[in-house]
């Protein structure tokens, strides 16, 4: 059973220039203490949204949307949905964008003939990834973000995005954000997020000040410049 539990029927800002019906799941191998999707962590067999329900959404609204985005949570946990992505791509002329962590490169593989885009939120150097409640050693997490990346940098076809919101206690310097470049493809657009307090469940991070959008803004050229990439960004809405 895929537990999707949420949907939102129209959506402008999550498939980037596409209108867009988005799907959320439950569940999540991560807590990252920003997190604004807390009721996303477990879920309730009752609230589980059917397969072919979800089928019918699209195909009903197949003749106004460009595409479905399926977030989270974290859908990257659920093989099944390999199988639904397959059913959208036969029943609705609709292009796929997903949201993951890139921590499931096995999964990213099958998925990637179906997709159309993929957006991966890279949270900080794989030494931190205890501080987001992760059971994976450093060297896993460097070895599945690695992997992502080969996997994505094979794949041209799909429009691949990185990015990472921006919680100074794990991204605090220059130094942490060049290190996370091991793990992004070279032709992928990154985007710095802000991170948002107020709807953080952890109340350390509720505490915790965001950086400002010009403090972002200069960190982007900064980091631009010492890198010699151009397609790096600072994201406010999300
Ligand atoms: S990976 Fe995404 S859904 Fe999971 S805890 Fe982090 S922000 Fe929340």
Redesign the pocket.
């Known amino acids: 059973m895929l537990p999707i539990v949420g949907h939102q029927p129209i959506s402008l800002i999550d498939f980037p220039g596409k209108i867009s019906t988005v799907f959320f799941f439950a569940g ?1 191998d ?3 203490p ?2 604004h ?1 807390e009721s ?2 477990t879920f309730n067999i009752e609230n589980v949204i059917p397969k072919e329900t979800v089928i019918d959404e699209i195909e009903k609204r197949s003749k106004f949307i460009d595409g479905v985005v399926f977030t ?3 859908p990257a946990l659920y093989d099944e949905l390999i199988d639904l992505f397959k059913e959208i791509k036969e029943k609705a002329d609709v292009e796929i964008k997903m949201d993951t ?1 890139g921590l499931n490169p096995e999964f990213i593989e099958k998925a990637v003939p179906y997709l159309n885009f993929l957006a991966i ?1 890279i ?1 900080t150097t794989p030494d931190m990834y205890k501080e ?1 409640g992760s059971e994976l050693t450093e060297s896993d997490i460097k070895n599945r973000l690695i992997k992502t990346k080969a996997i994505l940098e094979d794949n041209k076809k799909i429009k691949v995005e990185y990015r990472t ?1 921006m919680y100074p206690p794990l991204v605090e310097s220059y130094e942490r954000i060049y290190k996370m470049f091991e793990f992004i493809p070279g032709n992928a657009e990154y985007f710095l997020q802000k991170f948002v307090n107020d709807k953080a469940w952890s109340s350390k991070a509720r505490e915790t000040h965001s950086y400002t959008v010009d403090q972002l803004e200069r960190m982007v050229l900064e980091v631009r410049r010492n890198t010699r990439k151009d397609n790096i960004f600072v994201r406010t809405y999300l």
């Open positions: 999540c991560l807590r990252c920003y997190c999707n996303l962590f989270g949570g974290e962590n939120d949270k987001l919101t």
